[in-house]
């Protein structure tokens, strides 16, 4: 188990991955929305934070 306390994560500003819950909660609080409405902006547009932005009419 010590090994995880050592274990970087590379976060990437530019693209939302629905499989990572600590960034999907992260743009929920952001954007106050549900996970199925970023799930559904994921499939519309893509994984590029800045397109789901535009896609549900707000600036990133």
Do not use: Y
């Not at 996970?35 to 893509?46: E, L």
């Not at 800045?50 to 896609?55: I, L, P, T």
């Amino acid at each position: 188990m010590a090994g995880l306390k050592d274990r970087r994560v590379f976060i990437n500003d530019d693209r939302l991955a629905p499989s990572e819950p600590k960034a999907v909660m992260c743009e929920m609080k952001r954007w106050g929305v549900t996970q199925d409405q970023i799930a559904t902006a994921h499939r519309k547009v893509g994984r590029m934070v800045k397109e789901m932005a535009v896609g549900r009419g707000r600036k990133q």
